[in-house]
């Protein structure tokens, strides 16, 4: 029911930003970013409900920033000082009735972000 696109990665050096977007078709009561890096678990990045509520992992408070546009059809997620560390998939997720930290219903198909030394 719920379909997430994912737009935005890319290649790009240690220091620089990028910014992804996550075209949400559908309700969802939450929404954000995991990221998986190879050989590694899958994390949460960052994840924001409806109502503005957010929540980020660690690693990224101070340098991610997770927003969504007026309708709260898109989201995305503003990767600023990036660092080698932060290459990685990342997908787009959303929770139908739950925050996307805790429950998770969709994904999106991934993006890669890759970030050089």
């Known amino acids: 029911q719920v379909q997430l696109v994912e737009s935005g990665g890319g290649l790009v050096q240690a220091g620089g930003s990028l910014r992804l977007s996550c075209a949400a078709s559908?309700?969802?009561?939450?929404i954000g970013w995991y990221r998986q890096a190879p050989g590694k678990q899958r994390e949460l990045v960052a994840g924001v409900t409806n109502g503005g509520l957010t929540n980020y992992a660690d690693s990224v408070k101070g340098r991610f920033t997770i927003s969504r546009d007026n309708a709260k059809t898109t989201i995305y997620l503003q990767m600023n000082s990036l660092k080698p560390e932060d290459t990685a998939v990342y997908y787009c997720?959303?929770?139908?009735?739950?925050?996307?930290?805790?429950?998770?219903?969709?994904w999106g198909q991934g993006t890669q972000v890759t970030v050089s030394s």
């Open positions: 997720a959303a929770s139908r009735t739950h925050y996307v930290w805790r429950d998770i219903d969709f």
């Open positions: 559908g309700r969802t009561f939450s």
